[in-house]
Nanobody, 126 residues
Framework: EVQLVESGGDSVQPGGSLRLSCAASGFIFRHYSMSWIRQAPGKGPEWVSSINRISSSTSYADSVKGRFTISRDNAENTLYLQMNSLKPEDTAVYYC???????????????????WGQGTQVTVSA
């Protein structure tokens, strides 16, 4: 069973930073590309960033490019999202998500919810 558990969400002021983590279990983590998805209140899911299984390729939505950094530690089965220069429009629930198929890397795709974690809330306000 795929298990993804996010942590690190918090309330911060504009310009602040947060580091999100996602602990993965129930599958061979190093075989799958991973993504971060976010969903703001009243809006649909938005793809944020993806990383391939060996960290040789990353992709970012234009809205976060230059401010967010995705990374992973395959030895620790953990995905990260470093978020800097946070803006109020970054307020959302952030989910980590697994690519459904091993060895595939499809940036900007949003897997079905069965491959998401439970999410962690990020709130950016003054």
């Amino acid at each position: 069973e795929v298990q993804l558990v996010e942590s690190g969400g918090d309330s911060v002021q504009p310009g602040g930073s947060l580091r999100l983590s996602c602990a993965a279990s129930g599958f061979i983590f190093r075989h799958y590309s991973m993504s971060w998805i976010r969903q703001a209140p009243g809006k649909g899911p938005e793809w944020v960033s993806s990383i391939n299984r060996i960290s040789s390729s990353t992709s970012y939505a234009d809205s976060v490019k230059g401010r967010f950094t995705i990374s992973r530690d395959n030895a620790e089965n953990t995905l990260y999202l470093q978020m800097n220069s946070l803006k109020p429009e970054d307020t959302a629930v952030y989910y980590c998500a697994r690519e459904p198929n091993p060895y595939y890397y499809i940036p900007a795709s949003i897997p079905s919810r069965g491959y998401w974690g439970q999410g962690t809330q990020v709130t950016v306000s003054a």
